[in-house]
């Protein structure tokens, strides 16, 4: 990999020159000067030929939940490579290089979007959460009963402390979600509205991030912390029906706004969204919140892109260990699985007993039964994107 550097920021407009080709948009003149310096807090990773930028692959860190516990993440953006370029292994070597800056930065985790779900999950990656897209008219528009709270609009000067409060209390009850800071909530830019909703104590409880034109409502993000602030945010959705013909809403696929609905025979669609990998198997099992169970699990863990997490490891009471060849040896009844399988157990998208029934981890039934006692019940969710 001596043929991969690290891009300078005399570069960077090189990157966004092959982003633009690749990704097929347009970085419109005057907001040029706005994407290089947003690339400084980029590690961009590239392969030339001939003095000539052939392949690129942005990573940026940021922490994410799992439950209220923070963990670094590397997340994946801007893979590309110009179509004379491709089918050289560029894009496989940038993929293992930025596994092995994550490992040595601290990342135990890295996420991306991707442009094809079979062409990530070769390095690794695997499906993190699904994205729920609800379709309703103006007939599906029904008040639900009323609520003793107020709703706060703002367009500009968002309450960027109540909005974060309300989402690091959201988040932290799933596997996945960004960390935000202040930095984040001042990118929502006059383009969305926040909508607040306190309740008759003036505690924020639930917000709306939406947009309006051509007659529809784009709801990008209801978050609600218990059933009034739901039934305050979708009756103020409800207060635009003379304003719109259709509202457009993404949800967690669990929550139970639809449920509630009059009507909930709406259209939705369900599709897969971001995925996800462990970098580092070994710290990660050691730092993860296990619940503890008195019997012990043993799992051996394959990775070919990043070789260090091939090992075994032995989970007990909440703690997991790395197994020497020689402990190995005593044990019979090992589980055997891909990273790919631990990241999406750890995360909470699928559970070891689906897995098994899939063939996707190998292994008794009686110890898959016994790892499943020891998987909390998280449930991934992933609204954001980079």
């Known amino acids: 990999m001596d043929r991969i550097v690290q891009l300078t920021e005399e570069q960077y407009l090189e990157a966004i020159k092959l982003s633009q080709y690749a990704f097929q948009y ?38 994410v939940f799992i439950g209220h516990k923070k ?32 490992k040595r930065e601290g ?59 309300i989402y690091t209390q959201y988040a932290s009850r799933y596997a996945g979600m960004l960390v935000r800071e202040n930095a984040w909530w001042e990118t929502i830019g006059s383009d969305l509205v926040a909508s607040i909703y306190y309740d008759e104590k003036k505690l924020p409880l639930g917000y709306l991030l939406y ?40 949800l967690h696929e669990k ?9 909930p025979n709406i259209k939705s669609e369900l599709s897969p969204y971001f995925m996800v990998r462990i970098v580092d198997a070994e710290k990660f099992l050691q730092e993860y919140d296990f619940e503890e169970y008195g019997e012990e699990v043993t799992i051996q863990v394959t990775d070919t892109n990043a070789p260090w997490n091939e ?34 157990i750890l995360f909470g998208y699928k559970r070891p007993s689906e897995l098994y029934e899939l063939q996707w981890i190998k292994g008794k039934k009686e110890e898959i039964q016994k790892l499943e006692q020891m998987i909390p019940t998280y449930s991934s969710f992933f609204c954001d994107f980079f």
């Open 26 to 63: 347009v970085v419109p003149e005057e907001k040029i000067a706005k994407r290089l310096e947003m690339l400084k807090s980029h590690h961009i990773s590239a392969i030339f030929e001939e003095k000539q930028l052939a392949a690129k692959l942005h990573l940026i860190t940021f922490n």
């Open 211 to 250: 947009s309006i034109k051509d007659s529809k409502m784009g709801v990008e993000e209801f978050v609600a912390l218990n059933g009034e602030a739901r039934r305050g945010l979708w009756n103020f959705i409800c207060q635009h029906d003379s304003m719109v013909d259709t509202v457009e809403i993404s």
């Open 107 to 165: 990342c135990h985790v890295s996420m991306l979007h991707p442009f094809k779900i079979s062409f990530y999950r070769k390095y690794g990656w695997e499906l993190l959460t699904n994205r729920l897209k609800c379709t309703m008219a103006k007939s599906d528009l029904v008040k639900q009963d009323s609520v003793a709270g107020t709703i706060n609009r703002t367009i500009e000067n968002h309450p960027y402390k109540d909005l974060n409060e």
């Open 255 to 263: 929550d139970p706004l639809i449920y509630s609905l009059e009507e």
């Open 311 to 344: 090992q075994t490891f032995s989970i007990r009471n909440g703690e997991a260990t790395v197994l020497s060849e020689e402990e190995i040896k005593g044990k019979g009844n090992i589980i055997k699985m891909s990273i790919n399988s631990l990241s999406t």
């Open 71 to 102: 963990w670094k993440m590397g997340g994946i953006a801007g893979v590309a490579t110009y179509p004379e370029y491709r089918r050289k292994g560029y894009v496989k070597d940038l993929m293992q290089h930025s596994l092995e800056h994550m």
